[in-house]
């Protein structure tokens, strides 16, 4: 509803607004049905090869023992007064020290910053957080509770929860999106900001609108528009898309990355091999389109941006296009050897690129 007083646009102008937003969600469900039918003929090519194994799932109803390792830390639990939710997550380092929040990306939880967990509890306090609808953290049926409204007043109400006014702040893939988000809508939350593999939101919108291969590799934003099948589609041979993410050549750890062991791999599985455990996580990506662009843009916080330069899902132009929505210092690193998951690939270089910005940052806030 138009304000009192409000001067109406010109019919021609909301004529090309609509004409605007129709060919747009043209192109979200035309590509949808792209992405489907590609999927719905790999499903028919495995049944034909293997029928036995296509419908194959083993059920899983014990951890394995990497993720009890209390070198990881402590399994905690919070729940959010507004939104009545339980999130799960892990702590490690004493409390009341300056607090590290972890934000994963998909399709990962808390278990992918285990080697942050152990490095940085020597001088933080620091939490890998299940997002909503991940792991042990509640999930919401109605995919409308997956907005990026929702996600964001998640992290300022845990934040809160904990007991802390700010933070600094770590998100990876999807989490990355998140927190960029967060540091934009509660920047006096945000001590320092770093973001792995995941440009400003801004640039991925428009990025992606300009560039066909960038569209490409960001087809499953579009599949999961469907309701169920990608879910079923993760399924398959016992999961067989899952693993392939994190091993295979084309989107896995590469050669000189510290790969996953065998325990790792059942850990990923175990968690999302439960029922329901995977609609979730999709759901976060079924309301995206209706979310932006955004509205608001700068960041005014330092920023570091790690990058892997073998990411199959985001090209690199991005990361250096991001320098331009950071008000404040900014720092971009990108490894040539690593690959979208990258504080799994080469944790040992993230810690020490992270610990050389915090310090960096210390010393010249005293300057």
């Not at 039918?37 to 799932?57: M, Q, Y």
């Not at 997956?146 to 109400?157: N, T």
């Not at 469907?226 to 084309?250: G, R």
């Amino acid at each position: 509803m138009a304000r009192p007083g409000a001067a109406c646009p010109p019919p021609a102008r909301r004529v090309m607004v609509a004409a605007r937003a129709l060919l747009f969600w043209a192109l979200v469900y035309s590509y949808c049905g792209v992405c489907a039918c590609i999927a719905g003929l790999r499903l028919l090519w495995s049944i034909g090869r293997r029928p036995g194994e296509t419908f194959r799932w083993v059920v899983r109803e014990n951890p394995p023992a990497c993720l009890n390792d209390p070198s990881l830390g402590t399994h905690c639990y919070v729940r959010i007064k507004d939104s009545g939710l339980r999130f799960h997550y892990v702590a490690a380092g004493e409390r009341g020290k300056p607090l590290m929040l972890l934000l994963h990306g998909f399709p990962e939880f808390w278990y992918s910053w285990r080697h942050q967990l152990r490095e940085f509890k020597s001088e933080y306090r620091v939490v890998a957080l299940d997002l909503r609808g991940y792991g042990e953290t509640d999930a919401p049926p109605h995919k409308e509770n997956y907005k990026l409204d929702c996600l964001i007043a998640d992290i300022k109400d845990i934040l809160e929860s904990l007991g802390y006014n700010k933070c600094v702040l770590i998100g990876h893939d999807w989490g990355g999106m998140i927190a960029w988000l967060v540091a934009i809508c509660y920047p006096e939350m945000v001590t320092k900001l770093i973001v792995v593999n995941f440009p400003h939101p801004s640039v991925f919108t428009e990025y992606i609108l300009r560039h066909p291969s960038q569209l490409i590799k960001s087809g499953y934003y579009f599949f999961f528009q469907m309701p169920w099948f990608p879910e079923f589609m993760f399924t398959l041979n016992d999961f067989k898309v899952l693993k392939s993410l994190f091993t295979s050549q084309a989107t896995g750890i590469g050669r000189k990355g510290c790969r996953l062991t065998a325990e790792d791999i059942e850990a990923y599985l175990y968690v999302f091999s439960q029922p329901g455990a995977l609609t979730g996580p999709i759901n976060h990506y079924r309301t995206i389109f209706s979310c932006l662009p955004l509205q608001h843009h700068e960041v005014i916080m330092p920023t570091l941006l790690l990058w892997g330069e073998r990411d199959a899902f985001m090209e690199v132009e991005m990361a250096e296009i991001t320098r331009i929505y950071v008000k404040n210092h900014f720092r971009l690193t990108i490894l040539s050897e690593a690959s979208h998951w990258l504080q799994q690939d080469q944790p040992d270089i993230v810690n020490k690129l992270i610990w050389t910005f915090l310090k960096e940052e210390t010393k010249r806030k005293r300057e």
